[in-house]
């Protein structure tokens, strides 16, 4: 998703121009013809890599939305509330797609594979990718259909090269999917390609389930402590089988405190930090045999769904955005409340419940009825 810093403001001076543009704002269309300088302008590229880029091509013109792209099945969605930009508040009546979206989007319809759902950083640390390429090396080496990535520690923006220094890309709210210039200065983090094959790598064959794992020289050990013999190193991400997960050491790294750590298919350890998912996997069961600790409070453990589901300070799409669900985790509900009416994935629902942290999550990402049996709050 695109968090970039820059921001459009509008200064009193141009008040009156932003109240005439009003109309056309709401009456644009939300899918224009494609852009005749959006295509495969090189030489070079995978025929998956093309394909990707004839898909993304074809959205020109849709609209840039926080959080669009992600639903369940690849493609323009309603987005969200970004909790910051005043560009983003109409988001969620805008169906298209943020910059990850359109890049999970163009891959599925090149592969029918689901290889990108996640954010800019995880596409940026995705086990497809078949080559990497340094920030340092520019767009020199790269070929039509390979991803680009801006942020400094988190990335938070990617694109698609086109050749001939062009690029197509979701910017930011308020704004239609276009191509732009290349930009490889400020945060630029580097590229990546996709594999030309569409096929993703196999999974473990050892039973266990398979997650993927993120960052580099990233270590197993052989007790869940970083003072524990080295197991195995991790060059680059791959995929991990996961056989049961426990509480032990407090690690802190990228960013990031965990003191769970799972137990791999040959034995080691790998700190949760490096796993794809929330700090608890889901289905995953406790080492020990014990089932998930209760939760705290007088709360009530229940299953999210969905991917890229957000929770917010209040019970309202439109208030700050507290956490992001990249996928199905565990929440412990306090109590529920009857507040602003949603509609997403097919259901409408006006019942949202508190979580333990005090944020609030609507419950058509919880599983179960409508209306949960917890107390009202």
């Known amino acids: 998703m695109n968090t970039s810093s820059t921001r459009r403001r509008t200064s009193g ?19 224009a013809a494609q852009d005749a300088t959006c295509g ?34 690849p493609g323009a969605s309603y987005g969200y509330y970004d909790g910051s930009d005043p560009d983003s ?29 996640g954010t800019a950083d995880d596409q940026f640390h ?36 086109l050749g001939n220094g062009q690029m197509v890309e979701a910017y930011e709210s308020g704004t239609h999917i276009r191509v732009a210039p290349v930009r490889t200065g400020g945060d630029y983090a580097g590229a990546i390609r996709i594999n030309g094959s569409g096929t993703p790598t196999p999974p473990p064959a050892n039973g266990g389930t398979v997650f993927e794992t993120w960052g580099t020289g990233v ?21 991990v089988s996961v056989q049961c997960q426990e509480h032990a050491e407090s ?67 439109n208030a700050g955005v507290v956490d992001y669900f990249a996928q199905p985790t565990t929440v412990n509900v306090v109590c529920q409340s009857h507040a602003q009416e949603v509609t997403a994935e097919g259901y409408t629902n006006d019942a949202w419940s508190k979580l333990t942290d005090g944020s609030w999550l609507t419950n058509i990402y919880i599983k179960g009825p409508a209306w949960l049996d917890v107390p009202t709050c």
């Not at 001076?13 to 899918?31: E, N, T, Y």
Request: hydrophobic residues 40%.
């Open 13 to 31: 001076a141009v008040l009156g121009a932003s109240v005439l543009a009003l109309s056309a704002f709401f009456s644009a269309p939300a899918h």
């Open 40 to 73: 495969v302008l090189a030489p070079g590229a995978s025929a998956t890599a093309q394909a990707a880029v004839n898909a993304a091509c074809s959205q020109i013109g849709v609209w840039y939305s926080w959080g669009g792209g992600h639903a369940a099945t």
């Open 89 to 117: 508040l109409h988001d969620n009546e805008r169906k298209g797609f943020d910059c990850s979206g359109l890049m999970r989007y163009a891959y599925y319809q090149a592969t029918g594979k689901d290889l990108l759902n």
């Open 126 to 161: 995705s086990s497809q990718a078949s080559a990497r390429f340094s920030a340092a090396q520019g767009a020199a080496p790269l070929l039509p259909g390979d991803l680009m990535f801006w942020g400094s520690g988190h990335v938070h923006h990617v694109a698609m090269y």
């Open 219 to 239: 270590r197993t050990h052989a007790t869940p402590s970083t003072r524990g013999a080295v197991v195995d190193t991790f060059a680059g991400p791959t995929q």
């Open 251 to 317: 690690v802190t790294a990228e960013g990031y405190t965990n003191d769970i750590w799972s137990k791999l298919a040959d034995g080691s350890w790998l700190t949760n930090i490096y796993i794809k998912g929330p700090a608890s996997l889901p289905g995953i069961p406790d080492c020990g045999g014990s089932g998930t600790p209760p939760p705290s409070g007088g709360s009530k453990p229940f299953q999210t769904w969905g991917t890229g589901v957000r929770t917010h300070s209040q019970p309202n799409v």
